[in-house]
């Protein structure tokens, strides 16, 4: 809609100062291209018949795409407009994204319905313009924030760029659900790991932004001390156990127990065998539940 046609001194009149601000801040990026930043509400989905231009046949089309409601007016983003480039993550992810921070840029303006449209790509490349104008450094810190959360992985953006993280990638830890500690909205810090910029390609890591849990280890849990844990996970026969925060030790069983007889969640005791200061790894054996 072009805002020319409309008067909008007549239709802004009665508008509370928090209702202007909104829509002043909509007009500016509509007119700029500028950036804004909200937080998704949800996604909704339409299915409306489109005619096929080919057969001139009416077919059943989807519509997907994300809400942001920064006070009263709804802005819905576009599946199509969500991503660097069309197809770039699978629809399903916009399903956990409620909650997250994203930015936008204002492309279309319903203003007798309080409703707009907006884009994410045109943020995403402005944000990743900025970002370029110093060649990102191994080794730098930055903030990222996070997009949505599964059990195994997780989407977060920073500086234009979407990454998709491992949970290798965010904890030293074993974490059998990242959604148990990790949540859409939230920024972390993170590491640069490397920059490609022939294939424009950034890979970051938020685990390696902390001081790795071994380090001194083996002072606070000397070989043969007894801890009380809790099982975390399993993997090929060994149980991880949480010692602390973001440090677990790979523990077996005692030959009179059975794997089936412990489950994640487990509070164990187990007893510190031997250091591996080459894979910075803790081993032990659990003794017993507690």
């Not at 805002?3 to 508008?15: Q, Y």
Request: with cysteine; proline share 3%.
């Amino acid at each position: 809609m072009d805002l020319r046609n409309l008067n909008l001194a007549e239709l802004d009149k009665n508008l509370s100062e928090e209702e202007r601000r909104e829509w002043n801040s909509i007009y500016a990026s509509y007119r700029a291209g500028s950036l804004l930043t909200g937080t998704v509400s949800g996604m909704e989905t339409r299915t409306v018949d489109v005619k096929n231009e080919e057969t001139g046949e009416y077919e059943e089309k989807i519509f997907r795409y994300l809400v942001v409601i920064d006070y009263r007016v709804k802005v819905i983003i576009p599946q199509d407009e969500m991503w660097y480039e069309k197809g770039d993550i699978p629809y399903h992810v916009m399903r956990s994204m409620g909650g997250a921070k994203i930015d936008y840029v204002i492309t279309d303006i319903d203003r007798e319905g309080d409703f707009c449209i907006a884009s994410r790509s045109q943020a995403l490349r402005i944000r990743r313009h900025s970002f370029l104008k110093l060649t990102p450094r191994v080794g730098k810190r930055i903030k990222c924030d996070i997009l949505a959360v599964g059990q195994w992985h997780l989407l977060c953006t920073v500086g234009g760029f979407d990454i998709t993280l491992a949970a290798r990638d965010v904890s030293y830890a074993a974490i059998p659900d990242l959604r148990e500690k990790y949540h859409a909205g939230e920024s972390k810090e993170a590491l640069i790991r490397y920059y490609e910029p022939e294939n424009m390609r950034l890979g970051i890591s938020i685990k390696r932004a902390q001081p790795h849990p071994f380090d001194g280890a083996d002072l606070r849990h000397p070989i043969e001390s007894r801890r009380a844990s809790v099982i975390m996970g399993k993997f090929a026969g060994g149980v991880y156990c949480k010692l602390e925060e973001e440090l677990d030790c790979l523990c077996g069983y005692s030959a009179e127990q059975c794997d089936a007889d412990f489950h994640i969640g487990d509070k164990v005791i187990i007893v510190i065998t031997k250091y591996s200061y080459e894979r910075r790894l803790i081993y032990g054996k659990i003794l017993a539940r507690w």
